[in-house]
């Protein structure tokens, strides 16, 4: 019998294990301290560290199946996706690993024995390759494993030699091969091989066995490893294609049950379904990977990991209107794969709701503005059919990724299946290029194109005419809250206008700025701009300043609403932040990095930080950690957070060298954030004197002069925040005393209703909550005597279906464990029957099922009975024989679905 995907996870894991491997859970997609990787995208990445020398792990030989992504940077998958049978954006990475333990010896082994032994694969099926200089390796294979040397082929660094980024550990490699057999050649060369590396369909490769001798400094350079160890790694979608003798991953179990389920809900035929294999295929992989991405704590947004799960989702969303869905559809997707897959990825059930409702809101997010785009394809179509053309330029194609969220192959579908047009790619990615140097990021989505070249045009005009500095706007949010400068540019409506009066929404460039731009988790500045003839009076104008935005590099312009007068350019002005509102931030801000230091020092120095918020009235701030923080650590947290506070520690912030600070980073004297693009420069933030420093980050934003000016802070809430991220939200400052003051009120309140001191409260509530719990006691008492005198009366309701006593009620019931009970009551005076109870608990329909153990024998099964009442409430269920139990959605059709027991029965017995 053919292995399942399942079995042959299991089944690797399990051979490893018995060969005295520690089988290690797979880490997240988000790399929890690696900045060189925006997801992992291989096995090894969270054993990095331990091939490095800086990690002692507790095993020295590793096994996984690890979440993986590849669509982004090096391994880049995306577009083949959907056409490629084999190309994937999550996949899942059977790896054994070797911490300086085995080498290539047993490597070999392993893996030739795991594939012949554990999978039965056949030895003729399999070729093998080496590293040209790897005779080691080649000796291996030929003379221990006794394979004829013309199935082992020498191949160069291209095929052979691996690294996982342009940093970090590599070293040769081994690879193992499947021969399809020689119909399946595509090359059509008569010398068809591995060797020739063409692409052939004929070949497969399914293990790649890295022998990790080496680390990769940036400028190239390879020094040995304190331990040499071994990587490897098999997809397995491609093994359990091999295993399964399917030849598109796609037709294996992985996938067929979620194209099935795409199939069931569009009511599609097995034609229908093969004319759009793509759409299927894609929709497949995609909604595996969303629902992954979103299980391990990736939001949709518009920068790095964000902006490729929100690229994945709507590249989904998209090739299902092609297939033929009209609305969300998504989150039904991935209901399927957590119900496929959430079995040995727990983390996908105990997320299930969140993962559901993210999809949901993104998809109908981009279904908005779906509608848009498809009109403005058309009207662009139309333009150029006019003009005699039949291809879109390169800059409508971009403009279509960045305002309206479109892939460029979803365009290019768009393009040429509705109205036979293709795309410019290459003007496609010179715009993408140009946007990106123009923004100094890869933010998409924020600001449409059209916007970007009006800020572009207009910066390069203002330095044209010597009203800006190359460099740009002179910003300078840290040396206090107001500035004078002067009007450079107004802009109304994305229009560069010389003035503009009372009530009118503005943009305003100035020469020189005190406003932060919201960056690094820290909010932007609000404030005022105004210009005053003289101190004394009041101004001539002012603009109420609600946003701060960068949209270009060098440019800042100022949002808001024209307060008083006509502001025109080229005046005089004064810049002002609102004072209070920036000292709560630059409180919460250096609040963080206190917090961060003690984070570490209580939990451990895997802590590192994964997203935060400085916020005028609270700070929050997420961190990579597995556990619950205990009350007991939170405590001690907080402690010595204030304590650090009441220490009055300095805080200097100084610019650096990047390249300077690389090693005190990698060491783990300065905290750098991932994700976070650092030039040449970098802002070091110190709190502590010169040579004992109590916390090194590189920061860009605002900080108090001394800690002691944080006032103090309370932790108001802990909790969890992705797979392996904790979130602890705070208040300092002004905050902070508004809250313990609030809360002190509040406790003499109570104090004074429970006519009992501040310090007895605790005590008397404790001592209420006892006689709240006995009354319930006594409560529960009476309902069971009432719920019993309901079951003698509806005893009288007993009916015979061919001779079998069967009992189906709706009854009333305040919890699950009474309808447990009242069906074991009614089982038990029946002496031999079917009973089926149905109760409606917290507005969802509930069931239970009973069969006595006589009538198994005779065909009945609780399960299923119960499976099959409950699709009619809309739900699901099932158990044992002899008692089972489902859940519904709607309770309306309670009644319906247990007026159907009766011909169940009937039919169950015939």
């Known amino acids: 019998m053919t292995m399942t995907s399942a079995e042959i996870r299991q089944a690797f894991l399990d051979y490893f294990e018995e060969n005295k491997h520690t089988v290690v859970a797979s880490s997240s997609l988000v790399p929890a301290d690696d900045p060189t990787l925006l997801f992992t995208n291989a096995g090894m990445v969270q054993f990095k560290d331990a091939f490095l020398g800086l990690e002692e792990r507790p095993y020295k030989r590793a096994t996984t199946s690890q979440k993986c992504m590849r669509v982004s940077g090096k391994h880049n998958d995306l577009e083949n996706v959907g056409p490629s049978p084999r190309h994937h954006t999550f996949f899942e990475m059977l790896g054994n690993f070797s911490l300086g333990d085995y080498f290539k010896r047993d490597a070999i082994r392993f893996a030739y024995e795991c594939l012949t032994k554990v999978f039965g694969l056949s030895p003729d099926r399999l070729y093998y390759t080496v590293h040209t200089g790897d005779d080691e390796a080649f000796d291996l294979w030929t003379k221990e494993m006794g394979i004829d040397p013309a199935r082992v082929y020498r191949m160069g660094d291209k095929t052979n030699f691996w690294q996982m980024a342009d940093v970090g550990p590599c070293g040769p490699t081994s690879e193992l091969h499947y021969d399809w057999g020689q119909e399946f050649c595509t090359c059509g060369q008569p010398d068809c091989s591995v060797f020739l590396d063409n692409g052939c369909e004929r070949w497969l490769e399914i293990w790649n066995l890295v022998f990790m001798q080496f680390n990769q400094a940036a400028d190239g350079t390879r020094t040995p490893l304190p331990k040499p160890g071994v990587d490897t790694g098999m997809g397995l979608e491609r093994l359990v294609s091999v295993v399964q003798n399917k030849r598109a991953n796609y037709e294996t179990d992985l996938f067929m049950p979620i194209m099935r389920h795409i199939q069931a809900l569009l009511g599609h035929s097995e034609a229908q379904m093969q004319e759009h294999l793509i759409a299927y295929r894609v929709i497949a992989d995609h909604g595996r990977a969303i629902t992954f991405m979103i299980g391990d704590g990736v939001m949709p947004g518009n920068e790095g990991r964000a902006s490729v799960l929100r690229l994945i989702l709507r590249r989904a969303a998209r090739y299902g209107r092609l297939a033929g869905f009209e609305g969300p559809f998504l989150a039904k997707i991935a209901e399927k794969v957590i119900e496929e897959m959430g079995d040995h990825y727990i983390e996908l059930k105990a997320r299930r709701q969140f993962i559901l409702n993210v999809i949901t809101q993104e998809e109908e997010r981009f279904l908005k503005t779906f509608t848009n785009g498809l009109e403005l394809i058309a009207g662009l179509v139309e333009k150029l059919k006019a003009a005699g053309k039949n291809q879109i330029p390169g800059d409508d194609v971009f403009k279509l990724y960045a305002t309206y969220g479109f892939p460029k192959d979803l365009t290019r579908i768009i393009a040429d299946e509705e109205y036979g047009f293709s795309i410019d790619e290459a ?402 005076r029946l002496g031999s029957g079917v009973v089926v109870l149905g109760a409606v608990l917290e507005g969802k329909p509930t069931i239970i099922a009973t069969v006595t153990d006589d009538l198994v024998k005779r065909g009945l099964h609780a399960g299923k009975l119960v499976k099959e009442v409950a699709q009619v409430v809309g739900g699901g269920g099932g158990g044992k024989p002899t008692m089972a139990q489902a859940g519904g959605k709607d309770a309306a059709y309670l009644g319906d679905a247990l007026a159907k027991v009766d011909s169940l029965v009937s039919e169950a017995v015939s």
């Not at 990095?593 to 400085?614: K, N």
């Not at 005190?664 to 420069?681: Q, S, V, W």
């Open 427 to 828: 003007g496609y990615e010179k715009a993408f290029d140009r946007h990106t140097e123009i923004s100094g990021g890869d933010k998409i989505g924020e600001i449409a194109v059209d916007a970007l070249q009006v800020y572009a045009g207009l910066f390069d005009r203002l330095k044209s005419e010597g009203k800006l500095p190359e460099s740009g706007v002179v910003y300078n949010p840290y040396d206090g809250t107001e500035l004078p400068s002067s009007v450079v540019a107004i802009l109304r409506d994305g229009t560069v206008v010389p003035n503009a009066g009372e009530g009118q929404k503005i943009e305003l460039v100035l020469a020189a700025t005190p406003f932060y731009v919201e960056s690094g988790g820290q909010v932007g500045d609000v404030g005022e701009i105004a210009h005053y003839a003289n101190p004394e009076t009041t101004p001539q104008w002012a603009m109420e300043v609600s946003e701060v935005a960068k949209p270009v590099n060098g440019l800042i312009v100022h949002r808001g609403v024209v307060t008083e007068g006509v502001i025109s350019s080229g005046d005089l002005a004064w810049a002002i932040v609102d004072y209070e509102r920036r000292w709560d931030i630059m409180r919460n801000h250096t609040a963080t990095h206190v917090l961060h230091r003690e984070l570490r020092r209580v939990l451990g120095d895997h802590v590192a930080q994964a997203g935060s918020l400085v916020a005028p009235d609270r700070l929050r701030f997420d961190f990579s950690h597995t556990q619950m923080v205990s009350q007991s650590e939170l405590d001690e947290i907080e402690r010595a957070v204030n304590e650090a506070i009441l220490a009055d520690f300095p805080v200097k912030a100084t610019q650096k060298s990047y390249n300077a600070l690389k090693q005190a980073i990698a060491g783990g004297e300065i905290m750098a954030l991932f994700g976070e693009k650092y030039g040449d420069t970098v802002r070091v933030v110190q709190i502590g004197a010169e040579g004992q420093a109590y916390s090194r980050e590189l920061c860009g934003g605002t900080h108090v002069e001394r800690t002691a000016q944080i006032g103090a802070l309370h932790v108001t809430s802990e909790g969890s925040a992705a797979a392996g991220v904790r979130r602890i939200e705070a208040v300092t400052g002004r905050a902070a005393q508004e809250l313990i003051q609030g809360r002190l009120v509040t406790l003499e309140q109570t104090a004074a209703f429970l006519g009992v001191s501040p310090e007895e409260v605790y005590r008397r509530s404790i001592a209420l909550m006892a006689q709240v719990q006995e009354q319930e006691k006594k409560l529960r008492e009476l309902q069971r005597k009432l719920a019993r005198v309901e079951f003698e009366r509806l005893l009288a309701k007993t009916r015979e279906v061919k001779g079998i006593k069967v009992i189906s009620l709706q009854v009333d019931t305040p919890d699950i464990t009474l309808l447990r009970e009242m069906s074991d009551w009614f089982r038990d």
